[in-house]
């Protein structure tokens, strides 16, 4: 039992909160957690926090926005009652996926603007090349509806625009052929002297007053003049991996402990320390001791960004690896989801086995096994960290080539267990609490706790040693 330590669970996941605090020997703290009629969040605590650790679990996924509201508050409130050090244990972390956005050539984010791009009569084939002269081949037509260096004229109307607006423009602008010209405003008619030129005709005016001001209306702009942005771009961009970042360390928290953050850059948004755990513990094991014949089978990684994420555990067991590559061409955002995918590696007559830290929709890893299996493979598992599994992600699992999908426990699956077959969950509470050596054998009783160890200042070098 570790004495002079406080563990509070959030809404989003409180099974893990029970398995954590069982590893640990001490029962979650007494806390309420409820709505107000208006959807506000309220949090009370109910014991004591002055001068002790507390440790607040609350994962990302399902309702994010409200977890994460309510667990900013929750800190706040600990920060608020004297505690002497509020940490946050985030088994998936809400908004990491939004510290990298996707960008196209012309440095402009692939967003689903109004464009003349984005529609239906806009034909851009997977197989079109740019048009990069060659030496031996002739250069190609381009687009098939003519649209000839789209990148070209985007950049050239930018450019254009950006020196019509320039000062030295604007400045001169009012000059045609040498003239002053004055602008048709009242202001300008009213101080054209005690005469005022209208339609033809001269008109005096009253003590300085002119008699046909009533009718006089000001110009509209003209549609020249209105701003358009250029097709395919976004003004503003939100980068929400670093606000999130910037709302935790406000509302008072002293130490972060998450697993398999999407993008390992996100650790450098934040000014407190940031513990990225591994799940590829858990993966390695299960490959080990559940799938017959592992050292025959190949790692894959169904796309270039989790190919150090896979190699690894191809490393650590000698396995050979196979990745699948993307074409993303296009320049839509709707094209990105149909791009054309290519293996690299051999999986005939071998069991594939997917690697990937989350999966979300599951179009990724369904597509990657539809392929695996025209390549030759015998069975394709997914072996998955976060299984978010959202929208329609359990019916494309259950209709897809994927012989079994395996997540861990990181976000609830007790609903998802229940509608998809294929589904297999593996417990992490025991990774947060408990840490495992000699390979991670079930009988081992050598165990590190990870909170404890923490919470004494001890080294926690070992939950990164999954070899």
Known sequence: MVRNIIIIGGSSHPQLTEIICTS???????????????GETRVEINESVRGKDVYIIQSGGGKTNDHLMELLITISACKTASAKQVTAILPLFPYSRQSDIPYNKTGAPLTKASNPYNKPDFAYSLESRVNTPHPDQPQSKGLANNLDGLHKDLQKVQMEESSASTPQTARFAAHVNGTRQRSD??????????????NGSTTPSTNGTDQHDHNIETPKKSKDNVFHPQPGYKQWVAQAGTLVADLLTCAGADHIITMDLHDAQYQGFFDIPVDNLYGRPLLKKYIQYQ????????????????AKRATAIADSLGMPFALIHKERRPTRITDRQNATMMLVGDVANRTAILVDDLADTSNTITRAAKLLKKEGATKVYALVTHGILSGDAIDRINNSALDKVVVTNSLPQDEHKKRCPKLEVLEIGTVFAEVGVSNLCIDSVNKRQAIRRVHHGES????????
């Open 185 to 198: 405003t009242i202001d300008s008619y009213k101080s054209n002297g005690s005469y005022q030129q209208q």
């Open 291 to 306: 799938i017959p014949g592992y050292q025959q089978a190949v790692i894959v990684s169904p796309d270039a960004g989790g």
């Open 24 to 38: 640990l020997g001490i029962p979650p703290a007494n806390v309420l957690l409820t709505k107000f009629s208006v």
């Open 460 to 467: 926690i070098s070992v939950l990164f040693q999954y070899d």
